[in-house]
């Protein structure tokens, strides 16, 4: 008879979290999940679903804008954030028991309040029972964080808190120019709201390929968004709802609403993991090797509690290795790159692979790259421009880089990212056939490499 209660105990109900007991459970594991909160983490209660169904709404207002210019003619549109609001809760309430749901179908069995690790292999409920489990899954996920040493950051939210606002205020200031900050600037401008975006840097989106930044950034201008580079928030003063903001250069801005989005860190504090040894990075963040696996044998971890490449679909990738790994006995590690991923800002942003910056360190190398106005702007009179750009290793040929700016390049990257994790060359993508007429056909047609003018 068996010394331990359960084979897997899965600290965290997120993506890495739920994917890896579904698949224990599938190799016959007997598997227990807790979470405190509510199932789907992150990502599906306050990050990326709720977000893009932002994203989207906030989009029908170029739709209506440009419309005119192909003939229709729309009455003064109206926008209820209300009605958003409690449409996007209703679609989180359904996703959040379609995880449960499937979880129960798999033989898991969920536990709906905090656990902490009390031993190698013990966790302990905030009930005060104790699971002795043969192995321990930490999937805790991350928080957003913010300076509290700012004076007057208590007047201050993060981007959790976005999520629960019950109308849309006339004036947000959004501290941060990072994937968050970026994408809730953008959705926020179009739905309504008067947005100033500081960053600390000269363009947004910090370690993106540097022609992206500075397109999106001039894009975010030229949409109404008013931008403080060089900069950053001395203090905040005021009150909920009336809060002065005042920059290190001396610029005062005054807002309903000031929301951070400057990181996030780890979910580790209080979980025990101290008490049994495991060791943890700078910010908090679980140690762990190529198979999830922390110092402590008996202890695993994954997604962004690991502090590595806090994406949702790294999560599940490494959650579904984990099990391979531990259950199915199929020793499986994830190959991180070349990751493809998207900004979900206005214009939207895909991109996989080195950037110039990055390449030029390596390898030596050909641009190709174009600018245009996409044939929606042709009739709309929009001034928004799509950028595509190739990097290109010049002894192989093999495309290292792309990086798109526009509509639909969060859907674009992902096809793309096949080809260059595939070790595509720029002769593979010149022989391609072009689909006609798209902004897309652009990344097959380009065919003479970008030379930097003489300054």
Not at 86 to 98: N, P, S, T
Not at 167 to 190: D, H, M, Q, T, W
Request: proline share 5%.
């Amino acid at each position: 008879m068996s010394a331990y209660e359960v084979d897997l105990f899965v600290i965290g109900g997120g993506s890495g979290g739920v994917r890896a007991a579904r698949i224990a459970a599938g190799y016959g594991a007997k598997v227990m999940l807790a979470e405190e909160y509510r199932m789907g983490g992150t990502c599906v209660i306050r990050g990326c679903v709720p977000k893009k169904l932002y994203v989207l709404a906030s989009r029908f207002a170029d739709g209506f804008e440009d419309a005119t210019g192909f003939g229709w003619t729309i009455d003064a549109p109206k926008f209820d954030f209300s009605v958003l609001k409690a449409a996007k809760d209703k679609e989180i309430d359904r996703l959040e028991g379609v995880y449960a749901q499937n979880l129960a179908k798999a033989g898991v069995e969920i536990i709906p309040q905090r656990a902490v690790v009390s031993g190698p292999n013990e966790v302990t409920l905030a009930d005060g029972r104790k699971v002795p489990a043969k192995t321990i899954l930490i999937a805790t996920g991350g928080h957003p964080v913010r300076p509290e040493a700012t004076p007057g950051i208590h007047l201050a939210e993060n981007s959790n808190d976005v999520f629960e606002w019950p109308s849309l205020p006339k004036s947000v200031v959004i501290v941060g120019a990072g994937y968050i900050g970026v994408e809730f600037a953008c959705l926020l401008n179009r739905l309504g709201s008067h947005v100033t975006l500081i960053l600390r840097r000269d363009h947004v989106l910090p370690r993106f390929d540097e022609d992206l930044r500075k397109g999106l950034t001039e894009a975010m201008k030229l949409s109404g968004i008013t931008i403080l580079n060089h900069t950053d928030v001395e203090m905040l003063d005021g009150r909920p709802g009336h809060v002065a903001v005042t920059t290190l250069t001396g610029q005062c801005i005054e807002a309903e609403r000031v929301v951070y989005a400057t990181g996030r860190k780890p979910n580790t504090k209080g979980l025990g993991l101290e008490n049994i040894g495991v060791s943890l990075d700078q910010e908090g963040g679980i140690i762990v090797d190529g198979f999830s696996q922390t110092n402590v044998p008996s202890v695993y971890a994954v997604g962004d509690v690991t502090n590595r490449l806090q994406l949702t679909p790294v999560a599940i990738r490494e959650g579904h290795a984990f099990a391979d790994s531990v259950f199915g006995g199929r020793p499986t590690q994830v190959d991180f790159g070349p990751a493809p991923t998207a900004v979900f800002s206005t214009p939207e942003i895909g991109t996989v692979g080195l950037t110039e910056e990055e390449a030029r360190k390596t390898h030596q190398i050909e641009i190709y790259k174009t600018s245009f106005r996409a044939m929606n702007a042709t009739l709309s009179g929009s001034q928004e421009r799509v950028m595509m750009k190739l990097i290109v290793d010049k002894p192989t040929d093999r495309v290292l880089g792309v990086h798109i700016l526009g509509e639909g390049a969060g859907e674009m990257i992902q096809m793309v990212g096949i080809a260059v994790r595939m070790g595509a060359t720029k002769r593979d993508f010149d022989q391609t056939l072009a689909v006609h007429p798209t902004a897309a056909e652009e990344l097959v047609t380009m065919r003479t490499p970008w030379v930097a003018p003489i300054a």
